[in-house]
């Protein structure tokens, strides 16, 4: 009776050890499945937004340093105002000219006017933006002194990406008023809700027309930046005035001084005799009437006195 018992024993622990050995054994396919799904999207905080270019978003997928990718798509815009003292104005100006060409930007505005014998230069360049710092540094080379310089920055990067996401929103719009204008037309739809999604549609474009010029102006401002030059003679390039000495000229102009004090004298003397004589005629002539009348009634009183005296 031992023998049989012993191998139901020996039986059960063995079925034991192979339930623990099945149960800790891994399970191909629910690991599969695990590594099927870990591919899923990325969290919306690590995405790339969508005001981003498109070349930030390759080189941050690339491996890029995502704030280098975003610090080379910044829109800046660089202005300088500049007061140079040159040999030369005139060669100056062509030599700026020149250099604008040669860094692929150009000259928007050149004036040129006379100060006394040398000519003074107001000259406005745009360059890239690129070669901001390059042409500064080449201006300052051109000048004998730089008299005044300054230089400013504006940085539109959150303006631009703003209007550039908001284009993008009222362009999305405007394809899905299109298909929806489209469809109502096929259903035969009535004429005012086509026209209610037409004028929508004219709103919409016309906001369209207003952020892209935004847009392309700040391309333009950013793309090139702006150098304002004012170019004035060093004054050892100034000549030296020697003027001449005319005779002829001074005889005249003395002839002229001495006609002029001529006629202010015999002007003079017709309003004296015109203006001032009858003036005191009129004053006087009573005083002189007054200081008569005392005169006679003085030599008559003395008379009568005479008179008396001698009674």
Same mark, same amino acid.
């Given at each position: 009776m031992k023998r049989p018992q012993i191998a139901i024993v020996i039986l059960f622990l063995a079925a034991l050890l192979l339930t623990a050995c099945g149960a800790s054994a891994p399970a191909p396919q629910v690991v599969e499945k695990v590594v099927m799904q870990s591919p899923v999207e990325a969290p919306a905080a690590t995405r790339a937004?969508?005001?981003?270019?498109? *070349?930030?978003?390759?080189?941050?997928?690339?491996?890029?340093?995502?704030?280098?990718?975003?610090?080379?798509? @910044?829109?800046?815009?660089?202005?300088?105002?500049?007061?140079?003292?040159?040999? *030369?104005?005139?060669s100056a100006a062509q030599d700026i000219a020149d250099m604008a060409a040669g860094m692929g930007g150009y000259v928007a505005s050149m004036n040129g006017y006379r100060n006394g014998d040398s000519m003074v230069y107001d000259v406005t360049i745009r360059i890239p933006a690129d070669k901001f710092e390059a042409g500064r540094n080449a201006l300052h080379d051109m000048a004998v002194r730089v008299e005044n310089e300054q230089v400013n920055t504006d940085d539109v990067t959150d303006q631009y990406? *703003?209007? *550039?996401? @908001?284009? @993008?929103?009222?362009k999305a719009t405007e394809e899905e008023l299109t298909q929806l204008l489209k469809e109502t037309r096929e259903r035969?739809?009535?004429v005012d809700d086509i026209m209610k999604i037409y004028d929508r549609l004219i709103q919409i474009r016309s906001q369209i027309e207003s952020l892209q010029g935004q847009l392309n102006r700040l391309d333009k401002l950013t793309a090139f930046s702006t150098i304002s030059i004012h170019l004035q003679p060093?004054?050892?390039?100034?000549?030296?005035?020697?003027?001449e000495w005319r005779p002829a000229e001074i005889v005249h102009s003395s002839f002229e001084s001495l006609m002029n004090v001529l006629t202010g004298l015999a002007t003079l003397l017709i309003q004296f005799v015109i203006v001032i004589v009858p003036v005191l005629l009129i004053l006087l002539l009573p005083l002189a009437l007054i200081i008569w009348l005392i005169h006679r009634w003085q030599q008559r009183r003395q008379v009568k006195e005479e008179g008396d005296t001698a009674e």
């Open positions: 937004p969508a005001a981003v270019s498109k *070349d930030v978003a390759m080189g941050v997928a690339n491996g890029a340093p995502a704030s280098e990718m975003l610090q080379e798509t @910044r829109k800046i815009i660089y202005n300088a105002n500049m007061t140079l003292v040159v040999e *030369d104005t005139e990406y *703003d209007i *550039d996401a @908001r284009l @993008r929103t009222l035969g739809g009535k060093h004054i050892l390039s100034k000549p030296i005035e020697n003027p």
